[in-house]
């Protein structure tokens, strides 16, 4: 059985650096992609990034560059979304989910991240 | 930049047949899959359409989709409408860059 588990919760200060997880299981991981997708407090999904673990090939959506970094363990079937310094509008709830191709649609979903900035 | 417009809330009785569309602001939206993401509150997004028309195993075949390049316009039909059916819906696609785009997401309400 495919899942992705992500990590859980996160509760942090402005300034501070975060890093989430996501975990594949049930199918070759270095063989998909694995892409980010946020959703502020009651708005609708928004594309951050993709990533192939099989030679850590990641496109970022131009919204994101510079804002996150998308890495992944292909040793442990490990997807990341990285911040280095948190903002109060980061908070969101974080989405990985799993694609046979760069610019094809998603499969299976995690269950979330819900990362929450404040002072 | 590439949108996709989607209507933002539709509501139908259940048993009727409902669709929702998603309009593409440029190029052809056939030149890259579309696909339906369905969102219930306080759950994360699943999938019911990939590839333009294709279920995912699980998906009751009373959900469909569609592309009319006519009108540079996807859409996904949900017939024999439920109450469990309630939820938020997003497509999806890529622009010509290979960027993804969501559509801003429609609720469905069934009353």
């Known amino acids: 059985e495919v899942q992705l588990v992500q990590s859980g919760a996160e509760v942090k200060k402005p300034g501070e650096s975060l890093k989430i997880s996501c975990k594949g299981s049930?199918?070759?991981?270095?063989?998909?992609?694995i892409g980010w997708v946020r959703q502020m407090p009651g708005k609708g999904l928004e594309w951050m990034g993709i990533i192939y673990p099989g030679d850590s090939d990641t496109r970022y959506s131009p919204s994101f560059q510079g804002q996150v970094t998308i890495s992944a363990d292909k040793s442990i079937s490990t997807a990341y979304l990285q911040w280095s310094s948190l903002k109060a509008s980061d908070t969101a709830m974080y989405y990985c989910?799993?694609?046979?191709?760069?610019?094809?649609?998603?499969?299976?979903w995690g269950q979330g991240t819900l990362v929450t900035v404040s002072s | 930049n590439f949108m996709l417009t989607q209507p933002h809330s539709v509501s139908e009785s259940p048993g009727k047949t409902v669709t929702i569309s998603c309009t593409g602001s440029s190029g052809s939206i056939a030149s890259n899959y579309v696909q339906w993401y369905q969102q219930r509150p306080g759950s994360a997004p699943t999938t019911v359409i990939y590839e333009d028309n294709q279920r995912p195993s699980g998906v009751p075949d009373r959900f469909s989709g569609s592309i009319d390049s006519s009108s540079n316009s996807a859409s996904l039909t949900i017939s024999g409408l439920k109450t469990e059916d309630e939820a938020d819906y997003y497509c999806?696609?890529?622009?010509?860059?290979?960027?993804?785009?969501f559509g801003g997401g429609t609720k469905l309400t069934v009353l």
């Open positions: 989910a799993r694609s046979p191709g760069a610019a094809w649609g998603y499969n299976y």
């Open positions: 999806q696609s890529y622009d010509s860059s290979n960027q993804g785009v």
């Open positions: 049930g199918y070759s991981f270095t063989s998909y992609w």
